[in-house]
């Protein structure tokens, strides 16, 4: 029987995807395994968001060629689609997939594998991760995804609800809808949907637990979309939106048509409707023309905004891009910058998990290791409970009874 193992760079969409092959190769009986050192495939769904992606990739696949050595690597993603020639010559690389190729990817795989009979699922991650959407109209000043990706590309509604429904009859009580830019859903479909059509058609699904959403673009959160996603109970109030910066000179650098006042109304409100929520954000620092006092305004932005938390993000200059071409920020620079905003992530993100302490939630388990089982609540908060038996995908509850600088600890209830 042919064994696979599946390692993801980047975003959810790769997870999403990584997901569902996951799942495909083993209803056709192939065997997963976690460990890449143990497997005849390795599949490879890379990222070239940033400079540090790449070497990851490339460190990675070395790695395979010293540990498993005997292992055919397949590879795809956004890397993939933009250095093919430099992987096919690696004489490991069984196979390269461009990203318009993803979709035939599975079924190849499939023809070459051998033994397929029908075989028990393991679980590969214990939240279903669905694609509902690839590719990005918008050309954001510093963004490589467009070129990789293309245009915005739904995918059937028919097809998510029959995912979805698949996945919740194997048990999954999280489902995490994933897009590159998810709130483009449905434009380009034909008749035309939405995002908000979407979400309410899988919420009505029989047996439907919860569902979190990645990344949502500011400039799409229309009042209605704010209000339902506010109000929905089965939608986890954990709301990520790709601010960029906190500088209206930068935000408009970068390409994007939106201000800082605006940012604060949908903080305000996501606030105000959803108090529990976890909010958070991306934020790019040391974009070609930051000074000192723009990083101050996305600094005190950041500190005054309901924020919980914040990934935060060096500029890094991506081939082809439009502000690959101005004048660079030093890099120690930016990683100063970088370091200062990390530190008030961490800072606001404790303050946040303090609240609650002594709290009660229900929470779904994610993993299991050696010094307890990791939960995550609906609200974003990974737990960690010392002494857990059950297993990992299924929902607990749990009261949080510490909270540290780096972790959250609590007890099953
Ligand atoms: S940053 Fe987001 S919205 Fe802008 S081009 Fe990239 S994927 Fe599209």
């Known amino acids: 029987m042919t064994s696979f193992s599946i390692k993801t760079f980047g975003c959810r969409v790769n997870q999403a995807e990584a997901f569902s092959w996951a799942n495909e190769f083993q209803k056709h009986g192939l065997e997963y395994k976690k460990d890449f050192s143990q497997s005849d495939l390795v599949l490879i769904n890379t990222c070239t968001l940033t400079s540090r992606a790449d070497s990851d990739v490339r460190g990675f696949i070395k790695k395979v060629g010293r540990l498993n050595p005997k292992a055919r690597l397949i590879i795809t993603g956004c890397y993939a689609e933009r250095e093919p020639e430099e992987l096919i010559n690696n004489s490991q690389v069984y196979r390269v997939f461009s990203n318009t190729e993803k979709g035939n990817l599975a079924a190849e ?60 009859n194997q048990g999954f009580k999280e489902i995490v809808l994933a897009g590159i830019h998810l709130c483009s859903y449905g434009l380009d479909l034909e008749p035309r949907s939405s995002f908000m059509d979407l979400l309410q058609e899988v919420e009505n699904l029989d047996g439907f637990g919860r569902m979190r959403l990645s990344s949502l673009d500011p400039r799409f959160l229309t009042p209605p979309l704010l209000k339902h996603v506010t109000s929905s109970e089965k939608i986890c109030p954990h709301f990520h939106l790709s601010l960029q910066n906190g500088s209206d000179e930068i935000i408009h650098r970068m390409g994007r048509k939106i201000d800082v006042g605006n940012y604060r109304r949908i903080l305000a409100y996501l606030h105000q409707k959803s108090p529990l929520a976890s909010l958070g954000a991306d934020i790019i620092v040391g974009f070609p023309g930051e000074s000192e006092a723009d990083f101050g305004k996305t600094y005190s932005f950041l500190r005054q905004s309901p924020l ?68 995550l609540t609906a609200n974003y908060i990974k737990v960690l409970i010392p002494y857990c038996p059950e297993e990992e995908k299924r929902e607990i509850r749990v009261k949080i009874t510490r909270i540290t600088h780096n972790e959250t600890i609590g007890q099953i209830v």
């Open 109 to 168: 795989v499939l023809s070459v594998a051998e033994d397929n009979k029908e075989t028990s699922i393991l679980p590969f991650r214990s939240r279903a991760l669905v694609k509902i959407q690839d590719g990005c109209n918008f050309r954001c000043n510093f963004c490589i995804i467009p070129s990789v990706r293309g245009r915005s590309v739904s995918v059937e509604k028919e097809e998510i609800l029959n995912q979805v429904k698949e996945f919740i």
């Open 308 to 375: 919980t938390y914040f990934h935060v993000f060096s500029y890094s200059a991506r081939p082809g891009t439009t502000a690959s071409k101005w004048i660079q920020i030093d890099n120690k620079k930016k990683k100063e910058r970088a370091s200062f905003l990390r530190s008030l992530s961490q800072e606001k993100n404790v303050n946040f998990r303090r609240r609650f302490k002594d709290k009660e939630c229900e929470a779904i388990i994610i993993k299991k290791g050696k010094k307890g089982a990791q939960v």
